[in-house]
């Protein structure tokens, strides 16, 4: 079983960055590949940007592409997402998803274990 909590979200106006972070308790988050998800109100789920387990291997929505990172520090059982050049259409709740496999997932429903969520807001 792994715990997932997320963090770092808030207001901040176009153009600004954040940086959300996953953290992970419970098992050894080495051997997990991670994603983040995002749901803006009245809509469905959607992909953000995804890594493998040892974050050699990363992939981007291409809402997202060349304005996101997506890293992760095993030592620390933690994965971040730096967002720069923020959008209003960025505006969404912000999920971490984690399974235990060496594949790359960008699929919501191979996820396993998601955490609660944090709120990012854009405004223009």
């Known amino acids: 079983q792994v715990q997932l909590v997320e963090s770092g979200g808030g207001l901040v106006q176009a153009g600004g960055s954040l940086r959300l972070s996953c953290a992970a308790s419970g098992r050894t988050f080495s051997s997990y590949a991670v994603g983040w998800f995002r749901q803006a109100p009245g809509k469905e789920r959607e992909f953000v940007a995804a890594t493998s387990w040892s974050g050699a291997t990363t992939y981007y929505a291409d809402s997202v592409k060349g304005r996101c990172t997506i890293s992760r520090d095993n030592a620390k059982n933690t994965v971040y997402l730096q967002m720069n050049s923020l959008k209003p259409e960025d505006t969404a709740v912000y999920y971490c998803?984690?399974?235990?496999?060496?594949?790359?997932?960008?699929?919501?429903?191979?996820?396993?274990?998601w955490g609660q969520g944090t709120q990012v807001t854009v405004s223009s």
């Open positions: 998803a984690a399974r235990y496999t060496n594949a790359l997932i960008i699929t919501a429903h191979e996820y396993a274990y």
